[in-house]
């Protein structure tokens, strides 16, 4: 690749990331009109930027020539599930699809990283129908709680400011914070068939006043 013509070069990435939330959000809507509890709560995508790019490929000496194979995450979507049973029922939805390809899988929640990271990440080989023709790209798919998600965000946040290289009393409270928030995680899964059942009663509860609502007005 001689010199990226970087609009051209993202327009799959971002075809990807489009169809993906799509497919990924339809698929919460599949369960819910089905009455079952989603594994899916949120979905969201992004499209690394050029700057986020480059940068990446200085840092992991990626060459232009092996960009689209080296760099997984140019496309990347992220799944919020309530629960951490959740999250590995979505992983299995993903083997169990026939529009896309996993090729590599990293837990962190059952390791986690040093920082207190916790996610579950899945590489996907995805097909794009460009007006060329197809073409097969990757993409990452974050998978966490919304309590993972939470932590994750903040300490992203504070590694722009200090580049990773943490004050040790913020890189300890992160770490606690971590914790903490596993923690949480693992309580909501000890009362999750409660919990369940109160979103079904508040679901049904909301469904029957509709109806009626509906019926007074004819």
């Not at 390791?111 to 080989?125: C, D, Q």
């Not at 009362?191 to 679901?203: G, L, N, S, V």
Request: glycine residues 2%.
């Amino acid at each position: 690749m001689s010199e990226i013509k970087w609009n051209e070069f993202l327009i799959p990435y971002t075809q990807a990331v489009d169809e993906l939330k799509l497919k990924f959000r339809n698929a919460r809507k599949e369960f819910l009109e089905k009455n079952e509890h989603s594994p899916i709560e949120f979905v969201t995508g992004r499209v690394k930027t050029v700057d986020s790019i480059k940068e990446k490929m200085q840092r992991r000496y990626i060459s232009e020539d092996l960009l689209e194979q080296d760099m997984q995450d140019i496309s990347g979507i992220r799944i919020q599930c309530q629960f951490v049973e959740d999250i590995y029922d979505v992983a299995k939805l993903l083997h169990q699809r026939e529009d896309m390809r996993v090729i590599e899988e990293r837990d962190y929640i059952a390791n986690s990283k040093s920082s207190g990271y916790r996610s579950y990440h899945v590489v996907i080989e995805y097909p794009i129908q460009l007006a060329t023709g197809q073409k097969n790209i990757l993409a990452e798919i974050q998978i966490r709680t919304l309590a993972m998600n939470f932590w994750s965000t903040i300490e992203h946040s504070l590694n722009y400011k200090y580049q990773g290289d943490f004050p040790e009393e913020i890189n300890e409270r992160l770490k606690r914070a971590a914790e903490a928030s596993f923690l949480l995680d693992e309580e909501m899964s000890k009362i999750r068939e409660e919990i369940q059942d109160a979103q079904q009663y508040f679901t049904d509860r909301k469904r029957d006043v509709n109806n009626s609502t509906g019926s007074h007005k004819k």
